[in-house]
């Protein structure tokens, strides 16, 4: 079953790294305005792919290798589980064409792969910040 801690790090952190993608595509690049299918289509699509991501990123953020090498820094093992899940993203929406347009140049690629470590290291912050903030007793299973 899930724990609340984790439930509700993949919940804000699915939100956060949704909310930045809006900001990239809509603001920054302005690029949702080129899509050649319904904007509420999609939202709800960019959405689910989020609940995926922001799961990945929760659970990467649990794994025990990053737990021991980051016990002192939650913030810091947060970032780089995101970024992890980051540089994955990138490459398998790379290879599978998920991208709003052909990407021609070296340069907007390496933006893409610069926003998305970003991104995706928001929301392992995020999973950080409400690791932190939530109190989870341990010792009682649910």
């Known amino acids: 079953?899930?724990?609340k801690r984790f439930f509700a790090s993949w919940m804000f952190s699915t939100i956060g790294m949704y909310l930045l993608s809006y900001f990239?595509?809509?603001v920054v690049l302005t690029d949702i305005d080129d899509l050649t299918y319904p904007f509420r289509k999609f939202l709800f699509i960019?959405?689910?792919?989020y609940l995926v991501i922001g799961y990945a990123v929760s659970k990467i953020f649990e794994i025990p290798y990053f737990y021991n090498k980051y016990?002192?820094?939650?913030i810091k093992r947060g970032a780089v589980s995101?970024?992890?899940c980051g540089i994955a993203v990138f490459i398998i929406f790379t290879v599978i064409g998920v991208p709003f347009y052909v990407i021609h140049s070296f340069k907007h690629q390496f933006y893409n792969f610069s926003w998305q470590i970003l991104e995706q290291g928001a929301g392992g912050i995020i999973v950080a910040f409400a690791h932190i903030f939530i109190y989870q007793d341990?010792?009682?299973?649910?």
């Not at 960019?46 to 792919?49: H, N, P, R, V």
């Not at 341990?138 to 649910?142: H, V």
């Open 138 to 142: 341990d010792s009682i299973d649910d």
């Open 82 to 84: 995101g970024a992890y």
């Open 46 to 49: 960019d959405f689910l792919g």
């Open 24 to 26: 990239w595509h809509g």
């Open 71 to 74: 016990k002192k820094s939650p």
């Open 1 to 3: 079953m899930f724990r």
